[in-house]
């Protein structure tokens, strides 16, 4: 090494900071990088209140520490095994609702998601759009919403489902007698008419007399559904025909003391994959669980069950195997019951599990795509993955801890599993080594890169504090800014907005045009000399009349014709000594 020569350190931090070459860099994305952040912790497996000691669930973050260490080693390999079975690996969590997630539902493609919440509003989401930073509804639709003037009451969501033959269209019932049907861009295509509460015969009523509770499509006709309500009646729709139902079904309930009603609670439409006739199955706040034949008739039920459930406890859901030969019920007696369909009397097996159908009465129960599981949620947050023969847990693995897990979907195409939770957050569970598109596709992008003059709150606009430095253009119109503004609203300030100006939100008041004099009070001078009669509003009424009376007197106007004509009046001359008296009144005749 010669003497003249220096040696300079490497800096890393330096090296990092400085470009590695010129013009456009092709951006890297490390997607195993930003897959592993989306991994699930490991979480400490909790016990199934439903569940003896012997049953204790295995978890994905599963560790026993009274076990010797062989064991422990083939209970890790089951638990691996459990692990590749299920997408559960994985999690991406959405925030867009304010409450509860009580319905939720994905369009055969696994594209678009749309979930229903008690906040009054169903969300829209599109898989493709969103990137990992960038996790938001595309669209929020309020279904009771009615004209953006009028003053109407918002209802909680209790279902949405996309119609599995026609992807287009969406069922979505609120908790109102009409239930509606939108397009998947959420724009409203029909509603269901109301029935006349006044008739006693619910089979001559047109449409639901009061609450809608759930409703399902037809497995095999993309045009009809059937809506559910309190009303103790099961009504099929033709959603071409929305003015009157297709068919009714009158639940008349055998309760003491019921008057023959009570209220729909679940139901259930079906098909076997192999052909066959459908089913429709529907249970009942009295604790009964009623079969009939899919295509009809509907005069009486193929199979009815009294006594399914506890009366007076709310069965929240209802599911159909893929063969037909199995339904499985979640009541709100804190039991799941899986029934036959080819001896639907007694139920092939029970097992006990805490029900949230107190709080929320929209507690979905779900067949996987093949039927070769159940899936439902729990009270504690955690996601059940049962054995559908004998309904004893494959997997218990924790989603919202402390939160009731509501509703639970299973996607066929996608292989996620998608749940809506209490508190107000939508899990998409998946594994990227067995799942395709959706959450996967989405983890997989490079996040969206915002500079930082995108938020309004860290720039400063230099034409406030400093004029010399604004441009001005002469005649031009006035603005709030000069400079360009940095959110989105503000740069579409009609967003939201009827053609009127109106706000398409009917809660919130109409916000009165501003004009310039609204804004700053305009001189004086310039009143005086651009407004006619300006004037006149700091001048006496009474001596703007009385400057004019000379004149009228000498230069008459109006009467100039008998100026030369006009008598002279003349009045009688009355001396000062003479006093009036006045004049007696005349006394009354008796």
Aim: glycine share 6%; aromatic share 6%.
């Amino acid at each position: 090494m010669d003497e003249d020569e220096i040696t300079v350190a490497e800096d890393e931090a330096l090296k990092q900071f400085l470009p590695t070459g010129f013009g456009k860099q092709t951006k890297q994305i490390d997607v195993a990088k930003q897959i592993e952040k989306s991994k699930r912790r490991a979480l400490e497996p909790a016990l199934d209140a439903s569940k003896s000691l012997e049953n204790i669930s295995r978890d994905v973050g599963r560790t026993n520490v009274d076990s010797d260490d062989d064991d422990n080693d083939d209970e890790d390999d089951e638990d691996e095994e459990d692990e590749d079975e299920f997408p559960v690996s994985h999690e991406l969590v959405l925030k867009t609702h304010e409450r509860a997630v009580t319905s939720l539902t994905a369009d055969p493609s696994g594209s678009r998601l749309i979930t229903g919440s008690t906040d009054c509003t169903v969300k829209f989401h599109d898989f493709a759009s969103m990137t990992p930073t960038t996790l938001r509804a595309f669209k929020s639709v309020d279904p009771t919403a009615t004209k953006a003037s009028a003053n109407s009451e918002t209802h909680p969501v209790h279902h949405v489902e996309f119609n599995p033959l026609s992807p287009s269209q969406v069922l979505i019932i609120s908790a109102t007698p009409q239930a509606k049907i939108l397009s998947r861009d959420g724009e409203v295509v029909s509603e269901f008419v109301k029935g006349d509460m006044y008739l006693r015969d619910m089979n001559n009523t047109k449409g639901h007399i009061s609450e809608i509770t759930t409703g399902t499509w037809h497995p095999t006709n993309k045009n009809l559904c059937v809506t559910a309500g309190t009303d103790s009646t099961l009504r099929i729709w033709d959603i071409n025909f929305s003015r009157i139902q297709k068919d009714v079904i009158v639940h008349k309930s055998r309760a003491a003391g019921s008057a023959g009603r009570t209220r729909m609670t679940a139901v259930a439409w079906g098909a076997p994959a192999q052909g066959g006739s459908s089913l429709l199955v529907a249970a009942a706040l009295d604790g009964s669980l009623v079969m009939w034949g899919g295509d009809g008739p509907y005069t009486r039920p193929m199979a009815e069950i009294r006594d399914a459930h506890t009366k007076n406890t709310w069965v929240g859901g209802v599911a159909i195997s893929r063969d037909g030969r199995t339904v499985v019920s979640r009541g709100g007696d804190n039991f799941i019951k899986l029934w036959d369909t080819r001896k639907f009397k007694q139920p092939v097996s029970v097992v006990e599990h805490p029900s949230t159908s107190d709080q929320y009465p929209n507690t979905s129960i779900h067949f996987s795509p093949d039927s070769s599981y159940i899936i439902t949620g729990s009270a504690t947050g955690h996601l059940h993955i049962l054995n559908p023969a004998t309904l004893k847990p494959e997997l218990v693995t924790p989603v919202t801890p402390g939160s009731p897990l509501i509703s639970a979907l299973w996607h066929e195409k996608l292989n996620q599993i998608i749940t809506g939770s209490a508190n107000a957050e939508t899990h998409v569970l998946y594994d990227p080594n067995i799942s395709t598109r959706g959450a996967a596709m989405v983890m997989s992008k490079a996040p969206k890169r915002r500079h930082i003059d995108d938020d309004p709150t860290l720039t400063t606009d230099l034409s406030q504090g400093l004029s010399g430095d604004s441009i001005i253009t002469p005649n031009g119109l006035l603005k709030e800014n000069n400079q360009a503004s940095a959110s989105y609203s503000a740069r579409h300030p009609t967003l939201g907005m009827t053609a009127s100006g109106r706000s398409r939100d009917p809660r919130r008041p109409h916000m009165p045009m501003t004009t310039p004099f609204a804004k700053s009070q305009p001189d004086e001078n310039h009143i005086k000399n651009n407004i006619p009669l300006s004037s006149m509003r700091d001048e006496d009424p009474r001596e703007a009349l009385l400057k004019y009376a000379d004149k009228a007197e000498n230069d008459p106007m109006f009467t100039n014709a008998w100026k030369y004509t006009q008598p002279k009046t003349i009045y009688a001359e009355i001396s000062d000594d003479e006093e009036e008296e006045p004049a007696k009144k005349k006394a009354r005749r008796p």
